[in-house]
Nanobody, 121 residues
Framework: QVQLMESGGGSVQAGGSLTLSCAAS????????MGWYRQAPGKQRELVAT???????TSADSMKGRFTISKVNTKKTVYLRMNSLKPEDTAVYLC???????????????WGQGTQVTVSA
């Protein structure tokens, strides 16, 4: 089993910054990719940014230049630095890992419980 522990959410005024972190623990053989999604009230879950084990990044166009994803492999941790936050960035941010739990296992996706980010005007 794999557990994801998120931290760093909170409330901030528009233009402010926050850094989210998510650490994976448990039975992990290898990590294929990790990243962040978000879901605002009444809206579908959307990609924020993901990074593969080799460092390839995929991110949403609306957040490029403001949000930066990074990782520390040895800590099994992914970070999301969010700058120039806007009220429309208000959402629950969910951590995501794609993990193999053994050499014979296929990659499986795991989700964190989510951390609230609220940006006021």
């Amino acid at each position: 089993q794999v557990q994801l522990m998120e931290s760093g959410g909170g409330s901030v005024q528009a233009g402010g910054s926050l850094t989210l972190s998510c650490a994976a623990s448990g039975t992990i053989f290898s990590i294929n990719a990790m990243g962040w999604y978000r879901q605002a009230p009444g809206k579908q879950r959307e990609l924020v940014a993901t990074v593969t084990s080799s460092g390839s990044i995929t991110s949403a166009d609306s957040m490029k230049g403001r949000f930066t994803i990074s990782k520390v492999n040895t800590k099994k941790t992914v970070y999301l630095r969010m700058n120039s936050l806007k009220p429309e960035d208000t959402a629950v941010y969910l951590c995501w890992f794609k993990v193999r739990t053994s050499i014979a296992a296929i990659p499986y996706e795991y989700w964190g419980q989510g951390t609230q980010v609220t940006v006021s005007a």
